[in-house]
């Protein structure tokens, strides 16, 4: 595996602060708004979105973290099921613009569960997905509303995000089979 660094520490960090400034323009404040990640690095991103956020607005947004593993579409027939996580949304999503965040859009499949799983909870005004990279290849029709970088991909290249609440790092690569051409 030939392994990329795409984004290092610093522009991870940028690329963070980039999207929280987004946010606040497009929803022109904080107010309205609630975060919520998707489990696992969805879930730590929306909470750094959110803390720039407050840095800059001083404004206090919620901040839920959504589990999709009984939405997905992919789990039927397999005999190793995977771990159940926790949602934990301890706000009422009604009425307020709720910012859904994920570390890499790929397929939209994974954003097609969480829609499902958030409109299970409630009925927020509306939903904007952020993420952190968007590497192409969509099989539904979903696009996201703030993007930190695309990276276009072949279906032989893999996203890597690291972060260091889980990683001992920062930084997203982009990983490729050896001989394998993008």
């Known amino acids: 595996m030939v392994k990329q660094n ?7 960090v940028r690329t963070v602060n980039r999207l929280a ?15 919520v990640g998707i489990r696992t690095r969805g879930d ?11 840095q800059m607005e001083n404004v206090q947004i919620p901040i839920g973290s959504l589990d999709i593993t009984l939405y997905r579409d ?3 027939g397999k005999i190793n099921q995977p771990l159940l ?11 307020k613009n709720i910012i859904l965040v994920d570390d890499v ?17 409630g009925r927020p005004a509306s939903i904007q997905l952020a993420v952190l ?3 192409g290849h969509r099989q539904l029709p979903i696009k996201a509303d703030f993007v930190g ?9 893999q996203i890597q995000v690291m972060m260091t609440e889980i990683d001992s790092e920062d930084a997203v690569y982009l990983h490729e089979k050896e001989g394998g051409a993008a």
Do not use: C
């Open 133 to 135: 990279i968007d590497r």
């Open 74 to 76: 992919d789990l039927r």
């Open 44 to 54: 730590f991103l929306a909470q750094r979105i959110a803390q720039k956020i407050f």
């Open 105 to 121: 859009l790929f397929t939209g499949r994974t954003v097609r569960s969480a829609l499902n799983a958030l409109m299970d909870i």
């Open 6 to 12: 795409v984004i290092d520490a610093k522009g991870f």
């Open 21 to 35: 400034h987004e946010i606040i323009e497009r929803n022109k404040g904080a107010e309205t708004l609630g975060i």
């Open 149 to 157: 970088k695309n990276i276009p991909t072949s279906y032989l290249q």
């Open 85 to 95: 996580k926790t949602t934990d949304i301890l706000y009422d999503i009604g009425n």
